[in-house]
Structures are given as structure tokens and as C-alpha cells.
């Protein structure tokens, strides 16, 4: 059991590290174009906020448990 849930940390670990990696060329380039930085910042928060919009719209967050059963009116 131990070994799994570090398995499962050290994936998302090494996921989290990946974004982090990707995202430093976007962040240096909008430092170096400070001219735009404002523009470029909101235009790559709306997309990312869109983006996780898409990849979440079909959970269901207030979910606790499985719905009971509709009865059966005669």
C-alpha cells in the first residue's frame, strides 16, 4: 500500500514538474515582451481557464455518494 500511493505522488510530482518546465519559456517571453505582457498574460489565462473548463465539464462536483433510486409512483 505504501508503495503505491508514492507511486501514485511521484507521477504527480513529475507531472507538476513538467508543467512547471513547459510554462518557464512562456513566462520568460513575457517578461521579454513587456510591451505586450498584460495582453499575452490575459490572452494565456482565458485560454487556460477555458481549457480546464472543457476538461471538467463533464464532472459532477456536488456528487457525494450514487443517487438513490427513483421510486415507482402506481
Not at 32 to 39: D, F, K, R, V
Not at 42 to 52: A, K
Amino acid at each position: 500500500m505504501f508503495r503505491w500511493t508514492q507511486s501514485i505522488t511521484a507521477k504527480v510530482l513529475g507531472i507538476g514538474m513538467r508543467a512547471l518546465i513547459k510554462l518557464i519559456p512562456l513566462l520568460y517571453g513575457l517578461i521579454g515582451a513587456e510591451q505586450y505582457a498584460l495582453l499575452i498574460g490575459s490572452v494565456v489565462l482565458v485560454t487556460v481557464i477555458g481549457l480546464l473548463m472543457y476538461l471538467t465539464r463533464r464532472i459532477d462536483w456536488y456528487a457525494q455518494t450514487t443517487p438513490p433510486p427513483i421510486p415507482d409512483t402506481p
